[in-house]
C-alpha cells in the first residue's frame, strides 16, 4: 500500500474492501436492521431478507455496511503499514458506485504524529530573575490581613468617601423605561471598587444618608448584556447607610491569630516584627515560584522554537474546541452565559478567549511532539514497575481499581508517557538557570 506524505504533517493513502467482507458485512447490516424496521404481515425481526429487500431495497443495508468495513479495513491498514495517526481520519468513498460483486476503493486522508527535527536542549542559557521582597510590599501584605479582620462600622457624617460601603437602592431606566436587573433595595457596595459600571461610583462620592440623586452612565460597549451594549441609562440612587472600616491594631495578639503554619506546625510570634519577617519569606517563596515558572516556560519555548516540524493544524482545533466546550459547560454550570463567565474570569471576548485556547493548544501539541522526539532520541528504557506505578497512581487519582484503568489504557499509551516524562525531566536537569547578568 502507498502511503503518500502530504503538508501540515498529514498523509493519505488508498485502502480496499475485498468482495466478501462487504457481503459479509452487508448480512450483519441486515441482521441489524431487520430487528428494528416493519415489514408489512411479518412481526419485528421475522421478514425473510428477499421480502425486506423488496420493500426497502439492499441499498439502504449500503451505508451501515460501509461502515463497518471501513473501520474493520481503515485499522488494519494502519496497523499494518505502521502509520502513526494522531487525528480523525477524513474518508473520501462514492457511495453511487458501489457494487457488491465488485472491491470497493475509498482513500484515508488523517494527521500524523509530525516528524520533528530536534535543535538544541541541552545546555541553554535560560535566565530566572533574581528575587527581591520591598518593605513595601510586606506593609501592603499585612495591610490586606488587617483588612480581611475588619468590623464595618457606622459612618458618623454619614458622607460617602472613596473605601466605604453604601447601603443603597437605585432603579436603573434606559430611554425612560427599567430594564431587567437594573433595580435593587439594600445594596451593599464598596465605593471604589470598580464592580459597577465605569462612573457609576464615582459619582455616588460626596452622597450622604437619605440623599436621591440621578447618576448618568454608559454601559460599555463590550457589556454582557446585548441589548445594553453602548446605551446611556439613568440610575435613581438614594443612600440608606454609609460604613467604614476600622482595622484591628498590628499587635502580637492579633499576628498569633492568623494561624500560620510551617511543615505542618503552627507558628506562634514573640513579635511584631517576627511576623513581619514570616511574612517576607512568604513573599519571597511566592516570588520564587513565579520566577521558576517564568524561567521554566521560556525553557520550554526555547526547547520547542528550536526545533523543526509541522504541526496538525486539525489536532490545534479539535484541542481548542474541547476546551472551549469546557468553558461553556462550565459557563451553564453556573446558570450564566459564557460572555459574563469571561469578563468575570478575565477571559476578554468569546473570540480573543478562542484566540488565547488555540495558542494554548499549539504549545501543548508542540510540546508533547518534541517531548516524544527527544525521548526517541535518548532511547529511554520504561520498567515493568514503572508501568505498574503509573497504573497505580492513575487508579488513585481517579478513584478507580488497577484493573479497570489497565482495562481503559493499553499499557503502550503508559509507556509513551512515562517516556516523555523523562525527557521533561531530562530537559530540567540539563538546563540549570543561570542568573541575570549584573548592569
Not at 128 to 154: C, G, N, Q
Not at 222 to 244: M, P, Q, R
Request: net charge negative.
Amino acid at each position: 500500500m502507498n502511503v503518500n506524505k502530504l503538508p501540515g504533517s498529514k498523509v493519505q493513502f488508498e485502502v480496499v474492501i475485498p468482495v466478501e467482507l462487504f457481503k459479509k458485512a452487508v448480512d450483519d447490516a441486515f441482521e441489524k436492521k431487520i430487528k428494528t424496521v416493519e415489514v408489512k404481515g411479518f412481526r419485528k425481526g421475522q421478514a425473510p431478507r428477499n421480502v425486506y429487500e423488496a420493500q426497502y431495497g439492499v441499498e439502504s443495508l449500503y451505508d451501515d455496511a460501509l461502515n463497518s468495513a471501513i473501520s474493520e479495513t481503515y485499522y488494519e491498514a494502519v496497523r499494518d503499514n505502521k502509520i502513526d495517526v494522531c487525528g480523525y481520519p477524513k474518508i473520501d468513498v462514492d457511495t453511487r458506485k458501489i457494487n457488491p460483486e465488485e472491491p470497493i476503493h475509498y482513500f484515508v486522508t488523517v494527521s500524523v504524529t509530525p516528524e520533528v527535527t530536534l535543535g538544541e536542549y541541552k545546555g541553554l542559557q535560560i535566565v530566572k530573575e533574581t528575587v527581591k521582597v520591598s518593605k513595601k510590599e510586606v506593609e501592603d501584605e499585612i495591610k490586606a490581613a488587617l483588612e480581611r479582620d475588619a468590623m464595618m462600622a457606622t459612618k458618623e457624617d454619614g458622607v460617602i468617601e472613596k473605601g466605604n460601603t453604601a447601603k443603597f437602592d437605585f432603579e436603573g431606566k434606559v430611554d425612560g423605561v427599567a430594564f431587567e436587573g437594573g433595580t435593587a433595595k439594600d445594596y451593599e457596595l464598596e465605593i471604589g471598587s470598580g464592580q459597577f459600571i465605569p462612573g457609576f461610583e464615582d459619582q455616588m462620592i460626596g452622597m450622604k444618608v437619605g440623599e436621591t440623586k440621578d447618576i448618568n452612565v454608559t454601559f460599555p460597549e463590550d457589556y454582557h448584556a446585548e441589548n445594553l451594549k453602548g446605551k446611556a441609562a439613568v440610575f435613581t440612587v438614594s443612600v440608606k447607610e454609609v460604613k467604614v472600616k476600622e482595622l484591628p491594631e498590628l499587635t502580637v495578639e492579633w499576628c498569633n491569630e492568623q494561624k500560620h503554619n510551617h511543615d505542618g506546625k503552627e507558628l506562634k510570634f514573640e513579635t511584631v516584627e517576627d511576623y513581619k519577617n514570616h511574612i517576607k519569606e512568604h513573599i519571597k517563596e511566592h516570588k520564587e515560584e513565579h520566577a521558576k515558572a517564568e524561567a521554566q516556560n521560556k525553557l520550554f519555548e526555547t526547547v520547542i522554537a528550536n526545533a523543526k516540524f509541522e504541526l496538525p493544524e486539525d489536532l490545534v482545533e479539535e484541542d481548542a474546541e474541547n476546551e472551549f466546550k469546557n468553558a461553556e459547560a462550565q459557563a451553564k454550570q453556573y446558570n450564566m452565559p459564557l460572555e459574563m463567565l469571561l469578563m468575570y474570569t478575565g477571559g476578554g471576548t468569546v473570540e480573543q478567549f478562542k484566540e488565547n485556547l488555540k495558542k494554548q493548544a499549539t504549545q501543548r501539541l508542540s510540546l508533547r511532539f518534541v517531548l516524544k522526539a527527544i525521548a526517541d532520541k535518548e532511547n529511554f528504557e520504561v520498567t515493568e514497575e514503572e508501568i505498574t506505578k503509573e497504573y497505580q497512581d492513575l487508579a488513585e487519582h481517579y478513584k478507580m481499581t488497577e484493573e479497570q484503568v489497565r482495562q481503559a489504557v493499553d499499557a503502550e499509551s503508559i509507556k509513551e508517557e512515562i517516556k516523555s516524562q523523562k525527557a521533561y525531566k531530562l530537559i530540567e536537569d540539563a538546563n540549570p538557570f543561570v542568573a541575570p547578568q549584573k548592569k
